[in-house]
């Protein structure tokens, strides 16, 4: 199976920037729909950027013109570079990853979590005011 493990995470003031990497081993990424989820404490699971095997990306609107994903193909990781920061980003963020062509814009406007077989543990991410 594919393993995800993320990482960058931590605290950050608002306004300010992170990177998260997602580290993929066990199978290239190249054949998945990848992505970055969130999820607030009482909130439901969201995701905020998505890369598909058609190398379309789509964002979350909450999150245009902030947050930009890639892959580094030479790497096998998937990267979030989050800038400028407000309060309402602070969750656990996840890595996720569904195999089968999926839309990244409809990743990143409905509801498709339930399509992702593979996740990391997560990495949490906290925005102060």
């Known amino acids: 199976q594919v393993q995800l493990v993320e990482s960058g995470g931590g605290s950050v003031e608002a306004g300010g920037s992170l990177r998260l990497s997602c580290r993929v081993s066990?199978?290239?990424?190249?054949?998945?729909?990848m992505a970055w989820f969130r999820q607030a404490p009482g909130k439901e699971r969201e995701a905020v950027a998505a890369a598909d095997t058609t190398g379309d990306i789509s964002y979350r609107d909450s999150v245009k013109g902030r947050f930009t994903i890639s892959k580094d193909n030479s790497k096998n990781t998937l990267d979030l570079q989050m800038n400028s920061l407000k309060p309402e980003d602070t969750a656990m963020y996840y890595c996720?990853?569904?195999?089968?062509?999926?839309?990244?814009?409809?990743?990143?406007?409905?509801?498709?979590?339930?399509?992702?077989?593979?996740w990391g543990q997560g990495t949490q991410v906290t925005v102060s005011s």
């Open positions: 066990g199978d290239n990424y190249d054949g998945y729909c």
């Open positions: 996720a990853a569904a195999r089968g062509g999926y839309s990244a814009h409809l990743v990143t406007t409905q509801r498709m979590d339930h399509f992702f077989s593979y």
